[in-house]
């Protein structure tokens, strides 16, 4: 299980959990993985809460955060405002969410109803930036980023603090962008990975990116949920494995969503999932649900670009978690859903996958007449 980067990192295992809760990011590193605290719902005020509570708890174990700065979305490199992009969008499409909120019964919002004001405006360089600038001046290992090659100057950033700096990649094109941008570690997604994806299986996208990498790290993800499916990684030439979907069912974060999210999480299975862009505008895999089916539909007005499509939907999801509507209820969630049949303590995924990947690499080394 010492593989070169867990060594680097002083790992026990080379696992890596990307997560939005930062009690699953305490267990991950306490159990001897790396947590990664995904900040894109959070304020920057709130990562650095959120970074000062680990730093007190972990005891010098590390962790990392995640970022998101995408390669592109609606108004990038301009001057925009939010009422801008929302003026941007068409009747048609606000129409269209009034309409599947009428179609499924999904009553308005309480009076006192205390929103959540997820930030509309995260998935963007300058939000990225700033949790990057709060990450730094936490005593962090690996700092992350999804949807693109991190900007040069972010890259430097982290390694004049000594912080890796890692980046999701979904083909063999990208792994060769971040590593010549001077990105540390390729974290080298499957298709049956929950969130954004492409269209590239874990098999056949791992051993293309370990050959493309060189000397670079590189980790598996998508569909890692047992130590043999680990095993297999490690096969295939991954340094470690990076882990998204199995952290939803914990017991740790199940606070982080609504129950009828955990109750659709626990019933579904691996044929249950899709790769649809209705969301965030960009294809991610997610649940299959009466609103990933209708955006798709012959009445859809189309997707909206990145932040745009969120936007469209951000007060609809409040009133549809708010009340527990199974039909449009989703979440992002790979296709290893199928095996995320009960709520589970962080800890005992840990020691279940570590000590499962140990013994399928014994048997493997016995086939092999070691
Ligand atoms: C609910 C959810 C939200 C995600 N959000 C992000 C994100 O904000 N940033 C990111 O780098 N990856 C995100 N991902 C992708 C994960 O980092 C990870 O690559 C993926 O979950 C691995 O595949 P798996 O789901 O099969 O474990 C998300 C995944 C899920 C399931």
Known sequence: MQTRLAKKLGLEAPIF????????????????????????????????EACTWLDERLGGKPYGVDTVMPMS?????????????????????????????????V??????YERKGEDLLGWSDERGRAHLEVALRHPIALIANALGTPPPDCIEAAHAKGVLVGALCGKKKQAMAHKAAGVDVIIAQGTE????TGEVAGMVLTPEVVDAAGDTYVLTAGGIGSGRQ???????????????????TTTEHVEYHAPIVIEKLLEAKSTDTVRSRAISGKPARQLKTAWTEAWASKESP???????????????????????NKPLAGSPVGQIVGRMNEIV????????????????LKRMGALGGM
């Open 17 to 48: 959990a990307f997560t939005r809760a930062k009690e699953v990011v305490l267990e991950v590193s306490l159990a001897g993985g790396l947590g990664v605290l995904g900040a894109i719902a959070m304020s920057p005020e709130e990562l650095d």
């Open 73 to 105: 979305y609606a108004g990038k490199g301009e001057e925009w405002t939010e009422e801008k992009l929302r003026a941007m969008i068409s009747p048609a499409h606000h129409a269209f969410v009034a309409h599947l909120l009428e179609k499924y019964g």
């Open 107 to 112: 009553d308005e919002l309480p009076d006192d």
């Open 193 to 196: 990975a929950g969130g954004h």
């Open 230 to 248: 680990m095993a297999a990684a490690l096969a295939l030439g991954a340094d470690g494995v990076w882990m998204g979907s199995v952290w939803l």
């Open 302 to 324: 189309g997707y909206l670009p990145i932040p745009m499509m969120w936007m469209v939907q951000a007060e609809a999801a409040e009133r549809i978690y708010h009340h527990g």
């Open 345 to 360: 303590p962080t800890a005992k995924v840990m020691s279940d996958i570590i000590s499962e990947c140990k013994a399928t």
